[in-house]
């Protein structure tokens, strides 16, 4: 299954110069219990940002560069195609983890959403997702990370 995971601001922000604008223990370590032992895949630009590989992940990094070095355990797939023929071989979901451009190319193929609302405005934010991106989705499930983080997980209507 193909699973885009995300954080939101309550204005819809995603990231700040490259980074999560925000930090919170429960998200990452959410993040973490949910995405570990599957694929990740992201764009360079969230690769650069996380600087390693995420253990005990397939990691991916979505780009067509062909200057970007990566060590050998994290695989560089250049088009969505590529990843999309991947997942037929694995025995593990896909997380679709960012940023932005990626969450857009993979748009119609996401199947399940899990949302983390972070209960903060970012004003100076410079990245974001769009409002209407979970239009064709309906909330499964909701759970309470504490310090105001509520989960939404989404299936595809």
């Known amino acids: 299954m ?3 995971i995300v954080a939101i601001s309550t204005n819809y922000a995603i990231g700040k110069d490259g980074k999560l604008p925000w930090h919170h223990s429960a998200d990452l370590r959410f993040f973490k219990e949910t995405t570990t032992g599957n694929a990740v895949v992201m764009g360079s630009n969230t690769w650069r940002s996380i600087g390693k590989p995420l253990p005990n992940r397939l990691n991916i990094v979505l780009s067509r560069s062909r200057t970007l070095e990566l060590p050998a355990d994290v695989r560089k797939l250049s088009d969505v195609n590529e990843v999309v023929a991947l997942s037929k071989d694995l025995d593990s979901d896909i997380y679709i983890i960012g940023g932005a451009k990626i969450f857009e190319a993979f748009a119609d193929l996401i199947d399940k959403w899990i949302v983390t609302v972070v209960p ?8 974001f997702i769009p409002e209407n991106f979970l239009d064709r989705f309906e909330v499964e499930e909701t759970k309470d990370l504490g310090d105001g983080l509520n989960v939404k997980i989404l299936h595809r209507k």
């Open 2 to 4: 193909i699973i885009g």
């Open 120 to 127: 903060d405005e970012v004003d100076d934010a410079d990245t």
